[in-house]
């Protein structure tokens, strides 16, 4: 089972994460852009997703991944509960892919071990 405590190691582990308080909750960003925020539970997180592709994550692992209804709509978010989650690893992939979306092409290029988020035409991993 993974915690908040495992999602503040690994979030902050990340190059140039800060962790910030917003909306009186822990969030993570990257050179100041929002990648993650604990809920107000601790037992839940928000990170990064495509909208095109958040459906299809839901439906695979509904016990790990929702949405809030009305609030998550035109985001590109989704929510994970932090105790379905497999492992560690499990946590370090969603957010390392979480981070990958806010950062920089530069800061992303700067650290090629954590990957490159594609873009059109880009095969990047």
């Known amino acids: 089972m993974t915690t908040a405590d495992?999602?503040?190691?690994?979030?902050?582990?990340?190059?140039?994460?800060?962790?910030?308080?917003?909306w009186g909750q822990p969030t993570f960003r990257v050179a100041g852009k929002i990648f993650a925020a604990l809920g107000d539970d601790d037992a839940t997180m928000g990170v990064k997703c495509p909208v095109e592709d958040r459906a299809e994550l839901i439906a695979a692992e509904p016990e790990k991944f929702f949405t809030r209804e009305g609030h998550d709509n035109?985001?590109?978010?989704?929510?994970?509960?932090?105790?379905?989650?497999?492992?560690?690893?499990?946590?370090?992939?969603?957010l390392t892919d979480s981070w990958r979306q806010a950062a920089?092409?530069?800061?992303?290029?700067?650290?090629?071990?954590?990957?490159?988020?594609?873009?059109?035409?880009?095969?990047?991993?």
């Open 6 to 22: 495992d999602v503040r190691t690994i979030a902050l582990a990340l190059p140039d994460t800060a962790e910030k308080l917003a």
């Open 74 to 94: 035109t985001y590109a978010w989704v929510r994970v509960r932090l105790a379905a989650l497999d492992d560690v690893e499990e946590l370090t992939a969603i």
């Open 104 to 125: 920089s092409r530069k800061l992303q290029d700067a650290h090629p071990e954590l990957g490159r988020v594609a873009t059109h035409g880009d095969g990047a991993v």
